[in-house]
């Protein structure tokens, strides 16, 4: 009875954990998570601590700023280089004509400029249109096309002209305008010698008209070239006086008429 009571196994007892003692929270980390933790603040902090890398390729890696703009990146040494050359030519710690350097800019050089601003264009426009104006083609010349021209008509006392003809004032002659006197000697190659200028000898009508004449009709004579006229336009004409006294008393002085090429 004792050993058959005795050969019953009696089972393992079983534990099991209350409720109220299992965790709830996670785990904490394991070695190895702490350990890659700990390395990777290791290695923030050396690169914090570290100091800056002088190689090209950490200067590379390094924040530049943006380019200057074109403008902006030439004013500055357009600048220094016109104030060195200044300097160089007028240096600012000298006097001139007892006075310093900023008051020689502003009331001697800066007028100059602004003088030769305003009057070299001036010159030059009005160099042009003089040019154009009395250019050959535009005067009254006989090989130009004939035509009728009007201008001034006024009187002198013929003497020994730039023909070289000796005239009084009874006889039909006139004196054309220089500019158009000179342009016919350039032509033809006669400017040294004024004697041998085709001009001479050739003959014009002149008109004027019958209101002006106190006339019924027009007033003409023909008269011949024998002299040239300083002050004259190229369109006007300087008669003899009977040549001027047939178009227009003695006392009218000048008066304007108009005339054309004969031959």
Known sequence: MTDTHDNIQTPEPVYQTPDWEIPTHPPKR?????????NSLSLLNGAALAPPSRDPEGAVAKETPPPP???GASKPPLAAALRSRLDAVLPP???????????????????LALLLLVVLPLAVGLGVGLSRRHSPASLPLPDNGGGVFTGDLTYYDPGLGACGFVSGGGDAVCAVSHVVFDAAAKEEGAAANPNGNPLCGRRIRVTRGAAGAGAGRNHS?????????????????????????RLAPRDSGRVVGSWAWLD
């Open 221 to 245: 004579v023909d008269v011949e070239v024998v002299d040239r006229c300083v002050g004259c336009e190229p369109t006007d004409l300087d008669l003899s006086l009977s040549a001027f006294e």
């Open 93 to 111: 710690q000298k006097t001139y004509l007892g006075r310093p350097r900023r008051f020689l800019l502003l009331y001697v050089i800066l007028p």
């Open 69 to 71: 703009t074109s403008s």
């Open 30 to 38: 394991g070695f190895r998570n702490s350990k890659s933790l700990r």
